[in-house]
Nanobody, 120 residues
């Protein structure tokens, strides 16, 4: 079983960019979620297998880009124009099938998370 391990988090200034990466599971949707301190986990982005369908949360659409490399078995989250409200722990997740979903209940495996902190 492939472990989902996120990398690429860090502390940046508002307006900066970061790129998160995680192992991707072939034939399954992959998603990114985030959880800010004191808040519920929320959907960020989802990409189907093999990658034709993508979904974003309204709060990140136009700033974040999810992608997957099906040769290297990686999923990425390119985050541009980061804002303080993007500060959260970001989680990579494996979907239960190949269809995009914004519901955490449709994901069956989760990484440990990587911290993203954006200061103003």
């Amino acid at each position: 079983q492939v472990r989902l391990v996120e990398s690429g988090g860090g502390q940046v200034q508002a307006g900066d960019s970061l790129k998160l990466s995680c192992a991707a599971i072939s034939h399954f949707t992959m998603g990114w979620f985030r959880q800010a301190s004191g808040k519920d986990r929320e959907f960020v982005a989802s990409i189907s297998w093999p990658g034709r369908k993508i979904s974003y949360a309204a709060s990140v659409k136009g700033r974040f880009t999810i992608s997957r490399d099906n040769v290297e078995n990686k999923v990425y989250l390119q985050m541009n124009s980061l804002q303080p409200e993007d500060t959260a722990v970001y989680y990579c997740a494996q979907g239960r099938n190949s269809i995009v979903s914004d519901s955490s209940s449709d994901y069956i495996a989760w990484g440990q998370g990587t911290q993203v902190t954006v200061s103003s």
